[in-house]
């Protein structure tokens, strides 16, 4: 059996900023909220989700032997993510100013998922970064690193919702494991509401209506009805970067995050004249190499 104590330590070891144990079970409240948020059409063209919702919510059926699920968090607070100025345009959400997360998030959960298995041979688990069907929100939830704000991201106390999540779901038990994020600590906060430029936030539902966020719009290929994206060309930040929570807390301190160009320098025309030489060579392993750069030069009009 493993020891809590043992895992932290040693997902702290590979640079990650917050770690939480959960023992494996179905979350069943979840599901329903879930399925009840997908019946009312607010996943909009994100089909993907109304597939495995079985073991998004219950990893025992997502793998075999599954006893524990390790989710692990990392800030990637950068300037960029403290917000653009009212007139700018051609903004890029701060997480994609930087190396692609799903590759180094997966790096750091293999070099954990490694260490561990040095330490307990018989280990076995698989990593999970964001593209695999695991409610990591809620998970993360459940191993008490933070609690679901009104906006429906993760905000963690310390590094508030600028955080990568992944998670480690494994074979073996814990000794211990952590106690969930039961409150809420948005209060009397709505800024995330009044900031959101389209009224994508679901009032009272801590769910977003994907039909109107400018995140979901600017990436995706096919949505739905066109909606004015405020000057951004991939993602949004609007409603993180006026939440309290991330104004306080501190910028990133992994290398992996340290942003690999800054948006702030780039205009609309720059990106409709970019080569796609010039787009491989500066941009080749961030987000943005997977929408390609046509899509930001529609995004740009
Ligand atoms: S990402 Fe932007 S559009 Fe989507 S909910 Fe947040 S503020 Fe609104
Ligand atoms: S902006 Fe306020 S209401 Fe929105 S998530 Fe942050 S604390 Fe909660």
Redesign the pocket.
């Given at each position: 059996m493993i020891t809590k104590e043992h895992l932290k330590t040693a997902a702290k070891a590979v640079g990650f900023d917050l770690c939480g144990v959960v023992a494996v079970h179905p979350l069943e409240e979840d599901a329903a909220r879930f399925r009840r948020w997908l019946e009312a059409g607010n996943h909009a063209s994100l089909g993907y989700l109304e597939r495995n919702i079985e073991k998004r919510f219950n990893p025992a059926q997502l793998v075999e032997g599954a006893q524990t699920v390790i989710v692990c968090a990392i800030s990637y607070k950068s300037e960029i993510s403290t917000g653009y100025a009212e007139d700018a345009c051609a903004k890029i959400?701060s997480y994609a100013c930087n190396r692609d997360y799903h590759l180094t998030i997966k790096e750091l959960l293999h070099a954990l998922l490694k260490q561990l298995q040095s330490d307990y041979p018989t280990l076995t688990g698989r990593a999970f970064v964001d593209s695999a069907p695991v409610a990591e929100k809620q998970w993360a939830v459940e191993a008490g690193l933070g609690w679901i704000g009104r906006?429906?991201l993760l905000i963690t106390p310390e590094y508030g919702s600028f955080v990568h999540l992944g998670e480690l779901i494994i074979n073996e038990a814990c000794d211990s494991y952590d106690t969930p994020f039961e409150a809420s600590l948005c209060g009397s906060c709505n800024a995330?509401l009044t900031?959101?430029?389209?009224?994508?936030?679901l009032e009272g539902e801590r769910m977003?209506d994907t039909r109107?966020?400018?995140?979901?719009h600017t990436i995706e290929r096919a949505t739905t009805e066109p909606i004015a994206l405020?000057g951004?060309i991939f993602?949004?930040?609007?409603?993180?970067s006026c939440c309290p929570y991330n104004r306080r807390a501190p910028m990133h301190r992994s290398e992996h995050f340290t942003p690999r160009f800054d948006p702030r320098t780039l205009t609309p025309d720059h990106w409709r004249q970019m080569s796609e030489e010039e787009f491989r060579c500066h941009f080749a392993d961030t987000p943005l190499a997977r929408c390609g750069l046509d899509h930001l030069k529609r995004n740009c009009d």
């Open positions: 959400a906006q429906s995330c900031h959101c430029p389209t009224g994508a936030i977003i109107r966020c400018i995140a979901c405020d951004w993602g949004c930040d609007c409603c993180q």
